[in-house]
C-alpha cells in the first residue's frame, strides 16, 4: 500500500460508469424487446436512471453522438436485443437539464438525502509517486479526518498522464462494486452550479482497467474516471456536491483550483511547478 495510505484511519476512491450495454449481437431465438430509457447525457455517455451506461446506436451498429445533449435528461425509445445491444427508433428527447433526483420508484442509491454532510479540506496537496510503490500522482486534501468521519475515507485525484480519476480510499459507507452516485461542482456560496453528473463508483480491484493494473495498495478502493467537461467544472469549482449510496456530502474544494495547473503539468510532463504545491 502506498505510503500515503498507512496513515489514514479510511480511504477514498470514486469510480465512473456502471456496467456497461455493449456491441450488437445476433437475435438468436429472442426477438427485439420494444423499450423506452430516460437518463442523463454526460461527458458524453448516457446513463439510465438506474445507474446504468447504455451505448444507444443505429441499426447498422454505428455509436449515436449524444454531445449535443451534454448535461440534459433524455428519453430514447428503441430495440432491446439479446447481448443488450439497444438499437434507437427515434431521435433522442430532450426533457430538461439532468437532475439529482430520481423518479418515484426508482434505484433510491443515487437520490439525494434529506441533509447533506459538509466536509473540509483544509487545503489541497501534490503527492509524488514512490518507486517503492505502485502510486501514480496525486492531489489529496491536507485534512482528512472530516471525510473519515463522513464514512467516505481518503477522497483523492490521480492521473495516468493525461486520464484523470477520483479515487475513495477504504470508504467506511458500504459500496456495491457498481455503486451509481450523482456528482455536481459548484462555485462558493452558490446553491447552484454544473448540471449533475451520473457516475458509477466501480471496486478497483474487481475490474479490469488500466488503473487496477496500475495501482496495487493494500486498501479497499472505488473508482471513477472524470471526462474533460466534468474536469474542467470541478477545476473551476469551490465546492463539490456528492450523492452516493442514499447519502448526500457537501465537501469543500478550497485552493484546489490553485494547485491543479502544477498537479496537471507534473501528470502530464513530471514538471514540479511549485514546490510548495506538493507534500513536505
Not at 451509481?180 to 462555485?187: K, L
Not at 448540471?195 to 493494500?218: E, I
Not at 447519502?247 to 474544494?253: E, G, P, V
Request: aromatic share 8%.
Amino acid at each position: 500500500m502506498s505510503t500515503r495510505c498507512h496513515g489514514i484511519a479510511v480511504g477514498f476512491f470514486a469510480v465512473l460508469a456502471a456496467a456497461g450495454f455493449v456491441g450488437i449481437a445476433p437475435a438468436a431465438a429472442s426477438k427485439p424487446v420494444p423499450k423506452t430509457i430516460v437518463g442523463c447525457v454526460a461527458n458524453g455517455s448516457f446513463v439510465s436512471t438506474d445507474g446504468y451506461e447504455i451505448g444507444p446506436r443505429t441499426a447498422d451498429g454505428q455509436a449515436i453522438d449524444l454531445r449535443p445533449f451534454e448535461g440534459r435528461q433524455v428519453t430514447i425509445s428503441g430495440d432491446l436485443l439479446p447481448g443488450d445491444a439497444f438499437i434507437v427508433k427515434k431521435p433522442p428527447a430532450d426533457s430538461g437539464p439532468c437532475r439529482t433526483g430520481k423518479p418515484a420508484g426508482a434505484d433510491p442509491a443515487v437520490a439525494p438525502a434529506a441533509q447533506a454532510v459538509k466536509v473540509t479540506t483544509g487545503g489541497w496537496q501534490i503527492h509524488r509517486p514512490s518507486k517503492e510503490y505502485q502510486d501514480l500522482p496525486a492531489l489529496l486534501p491536507k485534512q482528512q479526518d472530516s471525510l473519515v468521519e463522513a464514512g467516505i475515507g481518503l477522497l483523492e485525484f490521480v492521473c495516468m498522464k493525461s486520464n484523470y480519476y477520483v479515487l475513495l480510499v477504504q470508504p467506511s459507507v458500504k459500496l456495491r462494486d457498481t455503486e451509481p452516485g450523482m456528482i455536481a461542482p459548484r462555485a462558493a456560496n452558490t446553491a447552484s452550479g454544473s448540471a449533475p453528473a451520473p457516475l458509477t463508483f466501480r471496486n478497483l480491484y474487481k475490474t479490469k482497467s488500466l488503473l487496477s493494473r496500475s495501482l496495487n495498495w493494500d486498501a479497499d478502493i472505488h473508482y471513477a474516471e472524470l471526462g474533460a467537461p466534468l474536469l474542467g467544472a470541478i477545476k473551476a469549482a469551490s465546492n463539490l456536491d456528492l450523492t452516493l449510496a442514499g447519502r448526500s456530502y457537501a465537501i469543500n474544494l478550497s485552493d484546489l483550483a490553485s494547485r491543479w495547473g502544477s498537479f496537471q503539468r507534473f501528470c502530464e510532463g513530471g514538471v514540479v511547478g511549485n514546490p510548495a504545491h506538493f507534500e513536505q
